[in-house]
């Protein structure tokens, strides 16, 4: 059964975001194409997940790099 605290969000294309942790409020950057789980340096909480293309989310996206 899929964990409903991740999505996938749509039309991101590759590049870095910046995501926000829902626990604690550190933001980091990311890359959208991930091979491994992004945790928060932070809490340690899991931000992000592989799935093999587009990165599940469970962190609120909160701008891109340019």
Do not use: H
């Amino acid at each position: 059964m899929a964990d409903s605290r991740f999505s996938k969000p749509k039309s991101i294309g590759n590049k870095f975001i910046n995501i926000k942790c829902k626990d604690c409020g550190n933001e980091q950057t990311t890359y959208t194409k991930i091979s491994s789980t992004v945790v928060c340096n932070i809490c340690g909480a899991t931000l992000a997940r592989p799935t093999g293309g587009t990165l599940d989310l469970a962190a609120e996206i909160t701008g891109d790099k340019q």
